[in-house]
């Protein structure tokens, strides 16, 4: 039977005259070395894996947002569709504000995006941060059904601007390219 100081401490200082312990692996100690049926195993997963990917039973990996913007020339827009534009169809997509085909720049390093005052000046202003909690230029749109060409969905980059009217009032358009189309 073991007596209670027999016991150590393991709290406190060392008794006199112990020497400190260290624990090391042992030169005889095992190697660790994969049995033949954990390698067979492996295998078999790896390949019904490989094989269920190429029936098209996974869906396919959506690339990972690093930062939470998409950064197109000097333009930050915004990887989904904001919150006040998730209930609209087919047309006009974007949002609230006008969508003006005749807004969209079609030249130019930024052919698809509205234009400036840079591009057709007292005509056109950017809105820039000013959409999405001011901090976005511009974000993407989705929809999942039938609109146009596009049998199956398609996905818009709006980025959003001013246009002035013939009498001289300023109002907020919104450019629409289609970046996706799933037919």
């Known amino acids: 039977m073991i007596e209670l100081v027999d016991v150590p401490p393991l709290r406190g200082p060392r008794p006199a005259g112990t020497s400190r312990v260290r624990r090391r692996v042992p030169p005889d ?46 333009y930050d827009i915004y990887p989904r569709c904001p919150s006040y534009a998730s ?14 085909a005749s807004c969209c720049r079609t030249s130019g390093k ?11 000046p007292g005509r ?8 999405y ?6 974000w993407l749109w989705a929809y999942a059904k039938s609109c146009g ?21 300023w109002y907020k358009t919104i450019c629409r390219v289609a970046t996706a189309c799933k037919n």
């Open 29 to 74: 100690a095992p190697v660790f070395r994969p049995v033949r049926r954990s390698i067979l195993t492996g295998l078999a997963a790896a390949g019904a894996t490989a094989g269920l990917k190429a029936l098209g039973v996974f869906p396919p990996a959506r690339d990972a947002l690093s930062s939470g913007f998409e950064l197109v020339g000097y």
């Open 87 to 100: 209930g609209h169809n087919c047309s006009p997509g974007c949002g609230p504000s006008l969508v003006c």
């Open 110 to 120: 930024y052919k698809g995006f509205h234009k400036s005052g840079v591009s057709d």
């Open 124 to 131: 056109y202003k950017l809105r820039p941060s000013d959409c």
């Open 133 to 138: 909690g001011s901090h976005w230029d511009g």
């Open 149 to 169: 060409k596009c049998k199956k969905g398609v996905t818009w980059r709006c980025h959003d601007g001013w246009k002035k009217s013939k009498a001289g009032n």
